[in-house]
Protein backbone atom coordinates (compact mmCIF):
# COMPACT_ATOMS: atom_id res chain seq x y z
CA UNK A 1 0.00 0.00 0.00
CA UNK A 2 2.65 2.36 -1.46
CA UNK A 3 1.76 6.59 -1.60
CA UNK A 4 2.81 7.80 -5.35
CA UNK A 5 5.34 10.27 -4.17
CA UNK A 6 5.77 12.74 -7.50
CA UNK A 7 9.09 14.31 -8.04
CA UNK A 8 7.73 17.50 -9.52
CA UNK A 9 6.08 19.75 -7.20
CA UNK A 10 2.07 19.52 -5.65
CA UNK A 11 -0.15 20.59 -8.32
CA UNK A 12 -1.70 23.93 -8.33
CA UNK A 13 -5.43 24.87 -8.20
CA UNK A 14 -5.53 25.76 -11.73
CA UNK A 15 -3.20 22.78 -12.77
CA UNK A 16 -5.60 20.32 -11.32
CA UNK A 17 -8.75 22.51 -12.70
CA UNK A 18 -6.86 21.87 -16.19
CA UNK A 19 -6.22 17.87 -15.08
CA UNK A 20 -9.95 17.84 -14.48
CA UNK A 21 -10.75 18.85 -17.91
CA UNK A 22 -8.13 16.62 -19.16
CA UNK A 23 -10.11 13.84 -17.71
CA UNK A 24 -13.87 15.13 -18.60
CA UNK A 25 -12.13 14.72 -22.60
CA UNK A 26 -11.39 11.03 -22.00
CA UNK A 27 -15.10 10.08 -21.55
CA UNK A 28 -16.94 9.16 -24.19
CA UNK A 29 -20.78 9.90 -23.55
CA UNK A 30 -21.69 13.14 -23.81
CA UNK A 31 -24.52 12.73 -21.00
CA UNK A 32 -22.21 11.02 -18.38
CA UNK A 33 -19.63 13.97 -19.05
CA UNK A 34 -22.62 16.36 -17.76
CA UNK A 35 -23.83 14.48 -14.72
CA UNK A 36 -20.01 14.54 -13.58
CA UNK A 37 -19.99 18.45 -14.43
CA UNK A 38 -23.20 18.51 -11.79
CA UNK A 39 -21.56 17.17 -9.06
CA UNK A 40 -18.30 19.98 -9.66
CA UNK A 41 -17.38 21.99 -6.82
CA UNK A 42 -14.75 24.58 -6.98
CA UNK A 43 -11.80 22.78 -6.04
CA UNK A 44 -10.86 23.10 -2.58
CA UNK A 45 -7.55 22.27 -1.18
CA UNK A 46 -7.24 19.77 1.92
CA UNK A 47 -4.82 17.81 3.66
CA UNK A 48 -6.18 14.38 4.46
CA UNK A 49 -5.03 11.58 6.62
CA UNK A 50 -2.99 8.97 5.46
CA UNK A 51 -4.73 6.12 7.91
CA UNK A 52 -1.64 3.61 7.37
CA UNK A 53 0.69 5.96 9.30
CA UNK A 54 1.59 5.88 12.97
CA UNK A 55 1.34 9.74 13.00
CA UNK A 56 -1.59 10.47 10.64
CA UNK A 57 0.31 11.57 8.42
CA UNK A 58 -1.79 13.82 6.54
CA UNK A 59 -1.03 14.86 2.52
CA UNK A 60 -2.86 17.17 0.16
CA UNK A 61 -5.99 16.63 -1.48
CA UNK A 62 -8.28 18.64 -3.96
CA UNK A 63 -12.25 17.99 -3.39
CA UNK A 64 -13.09 18.33 -7.10
CA UNK A 65 -16.56 16.62 -7.15
CA UNK A 66 -19.08 16.38 -4.15
CA UNK A 67 -22.79 14.73 -4.11
CA UNK A 68 -25.71 16.09 -1.50
CA UNK A 69 -25.09 13.02 0.88
CA UNK A 70 -21.89 11.87 2.22
CA UNK A 71 -19.72 11.30 -0.84
CA UNK A 72 -17.16 12.87 -2.93
CA UNK A 73 -14.29 12.82 -5.36
CA UNK A 74 -10.87 14.16 -4.37
CA UNK A 75 -7.53 14.75 -6.32
CA UNK A 76 -4.07 14.09 -5.19
CA UNK A 77 -1.02 13.59 -6.41
CA UNK A 78 -0.20 11.05 -3.28
CA UNK A 79 -2.12 7.71 -2.74
CA UNK A 80 -2.31 4.48 -3.67
CA UNK A 81 -0.44 3.05 -6.98
CA UNK A 82 -3.92 2.97 -8.57
CA UNK A 83 -4.16 6.49 -9.69
CA UNK A 84 -5.30 10.01 -8.57
CA UNK A 85 -8.39 9.94 -8.13
CA UNK A 86 -9.97 8.89 -4.58
CA UNK A 87 -13.33 8.48 -2.97
CA UNK A 88 -13.80 9.69 -0.01
CA UNK A 89 -16.54 11.08 2.52
CA UNK A 90 -17.46 14.79 2.95
CA UNK A 91 -18.23 14.28 6.79
CA UNK A 92 -15.07 13.17 7.92
CA UNK A 93 -12.85 16.65 8.95
CA UNK A 94 -9.86 16.09 8.12
CA UNK A 95 -10.41 13.63 4.84
CA UNK A 96 -9.09 9.93 5.20
CA UNK A 97 -7.32 8.30 2.13
CA UNK A 98 -9.48 5.32 3.13
CA UNK A 99 -8.52 2.21 1.45
CA UNK A 100 -6.52 1.25 -1.78
CA UNK A 101 -9.93 0.37 -3.81
CA UNK A 102 -11.08 3.83 -3.54
CA UNK A 103 -8.21 5.28 -5.84
CA UNK A 104 -8.79 5.28 -9.51
CA UNK A 105 -6.55 5.99 -12.42
CA UNK A 106 -9.40 8.13 -13.87
CA UNK A 107 -11.90 10.56 -13.01
CA UNK A 108 -14.86 8.50 -14.90
CA UNK A 109 -13.47 5.30 -13.11
CA UNK A 110 -13.93 7.12 -9.94
CA UNK A 111 -17.46 8.49 -10.45
CA UNK A 112 -18.57 5.55 -12.08
CA UNK A 113 -18.07 3.60 -8.30
CA UNK A 114 -19.57 6.46 -6.61
CA UNK A 115 -22.75 6.53 -4.86
CA UNK A 116 -22.85 9.74 -7.39
CA UNK A 117 -23.31 7.88 -10.28
CA UNK A 118 -26.80 6.57 -8.99
CA UNK A 119 -28.22 10.25 -7.89
CA UNK A 120 -30.18 11.74 -9.87
CA UNK A 121 -28.27 14.60 -10.79
Same mark, same amino acid.
Request: proline share 3%.
Given at each position: ??? !? &???????????????? =?????????????????? &????????????? $??????? $???????????????? $????????????? !??????? &?? =???? =?????????? &???????????
Amino acid at each position: MGL !I &FKLDKDKTKNEVVSET =FSQFSLIKDPKLVTKIKS &FQVEPTLHQAIWD $YSENEAK $YPVWLILKSRDDSGIV $YSEYGFDHGNWGL !IKTSDNP &FH =FGMD =FQWYSTLEEA &FLDSWMADEIA
